[in-house]
């Protein structure tokens, strides 16, 4: 299984677009597909239609009892989605709490990583959405993942959360003695703007070896496509956001290629 | 502030720790040596499970030591083997720098 986390310490730069789009366009290749709401938000989980302030079961439960480690209650929690081969694993608003509820407990960073050690062989790839805050969930999706996919908005403001999500990953890495891949993704960009372009080229700068070197645009067809509840390849196939995801799964894609064939190879 | 006062940087990295610590692993590790594993684990390569003691893991560096003396005490138990006699051959050295740390 390949897990991927989508994170940014700011809010609105399209980390739920990210998740969505990649997730349809490996549900087209036939992939197995589970992607993962961590936000206490639960925008992922709402845009499948589900309610995150009515559902019974989510990945609340999985942080108490050992729930983690269950084969049959993690798959209680998992819910389909619009499109066969792709599940969620949803937020309730209860997540909010979670911080508080297991305040001061060694190990709870590794909740998630263990529930995915069990549904290792149910899917070929995991795809966490994640809150834009430091807390015990981003740091669950930091230590579960095998690369992290920092969507970031192409407007100045967009950079101080960049460095700071950069930091933190850099600190999580300290703690956990592994080096943890990343690659920066330019999101919602719009090639009329000064502030857009005088951004990308910022980061061009700061994060030469990390930045995808394309970028998302702006495309309305994003919003029609959470309006409908579709992924966004369903919806327009050809426009220009779902081209432009494509070309961002087939560079992740080759970057584990190249990390498995390096690791196979030590 | 004095310097013996906690800034941003040391607050979040003793947080992190605390997350990221985690006390079953060695049993885990234990376990998957004794019993090949079903599934593959990310943070397990194969046949390096309990030969990466020096930089296994998160947490403070006498909490590694702890987990690896009760990891052989635990294993000290365990019916004869040739692979506990492995084990216990490359371990011991460690475990007595460690002693010694």
Redesign the interface.
Known sequence: MR?WSIANQKGGVGKTTSVVSLGGLLAERGARVLLIDLDPHGSLTSYFRYDPDSLETSLYDLFFNQRCKDFDYIHKVILPTSRKGVDLLPATTALATLERQVS?Q?????VL?KTL?QL??DYDYALIDTPPI?G?LL?NAL?AC?RLVIPTQTEHLALKGLERMVH?LK??M?????QLPYTIVPTLFDRRTHASLTTLKEMRQLYPEHLWQEAIPIDTKFRDASHEGLFPNEMDSLSRGVRAYRHLLMELDSAEEVRHESRSAK | MSPDQPNNQTRIAGYLDMLLVDHSVWDEKLSLAINPPVRPLDTVASGHYLLTTETFGSGHRIVKYTHLLNSLSLLNQLPSSRLKSEVLHRCSPLAEAMLCD
């Open positions: 897990i001061g060694d190990g709870m960073g590794l990583a050690a290792w062989d430091l015990v740091v230590a095998q933190t600190m999580v300290s703690s956990q003695n592994r």
